[in-house]
């Protein structure tokens, strides 16, 4: 399984774009991969999966360099309500794998 | 849509109970998974069932029973309590393989 590296939290201010960078450096061929948001007592929900380049729906974009050594999910424009954990979660549940949830991003947006 | 409902919310247990956790999912999803998820930490996967009638053990098995009862209910046994397992316990469910994970709300469990 691809083991996943993210920054452990961060700080943002309202309206601001908001990136978190993912490291998954032996991240196999046919690997996805897949970001979960998590609020404070309820489960982590699905946000956006891609297998490289760009993807795009209305609430992030997730950038996927060629090599797809990591990724980075971009939040825009982000409000006091995108306050909250954000997990990177890479493998192929096809080929029988299952995917770890990591410690994640705790990100903080502020007035 | 209800999509996946847990049962209990919440439960205050004494060591050495048992208790069952129920999950159903009615989006006729082929997968459902147990995780367990302590505080400050990630979600650790206890049991999947990946299609009716069959599961397998994910990475923190021990101490943990399921039974996939249908297409529709997943549940999760501890048959005696400990206060290590005292977590938050999350169900999910999916429709196939690299699809994202629909989850429930959970289940607060407290064990004394």
């Known amino acids: 399984l691809a083991k996943t590296t993210q920054p452990i939290s961060m700080d943002s201010y309202e309206g601001q774009e908001v990136n978190i960078t993912c490291s998954h450096n032996?991240?196999?061929?046919?690997?996805?991969i897949t970001w979960y948001q998590q609020f404070p007592s309820q489960g982590p929900r699905f946000i956006i999966q891609g297998y490289k380049t760009k993807v795009t729906n209305e609430v992030a974009s997730l950038f996927i360099p060629a090599d797809r050594k990591s990724s980075t999910l971009s939040l825009p424009r982000v409000s006091l309500s995108d306050t909250a954990v954000y997990y990177c979660?890479?493998?192929?549940?096809?080929?029988?794998?299952?995917?770890?949830f990591g410690g994640g991003t705790r990100v903080l947006v502020k007035p | 849509n209800a999509g996946v409902t847990q049962t209990p919310k919440f439960q205050v247990l004494k060591t050495g109970q048992s208790m069952t956790l129920q999950c159903a999912q009615d989006?006729?999803?082929?997968?459902m998974y147990w995780y367990r998820q302590d505080p400050g930490m990630g979600l650790r996967l206890i049991y999947y069932s990946a299609s009716e009638g069959t599961t397998d053990k994910g990475e923190v098995p021990n101490g943990y029973n399921v039974s996939r009862l249908n297409k529709r209910e997943f549940s999760l046994r501890l048959e005696s309590a400990a206060p290590s397992q005292t977590s938050v316990y999350f169900c999910?469910?999916?429709?196939?393989?690299?699809?994202?994970?629909?989850f429930g709300d959970g289940t607060r469990l407290s064990i004394l």
């Open positions: 999910a469910s999916k429709h196939e393989a690299n699809q994202p994970q629909h």
């Open positions: 989006m006729n999803h082929n997968s």
């Open positions: 032996n991240i196999a061929t046919n690997d996805y």
């Open positions: 979660l890479v493998g192929d549940e096809a080929a029988g794998n299952k995917l770890t």
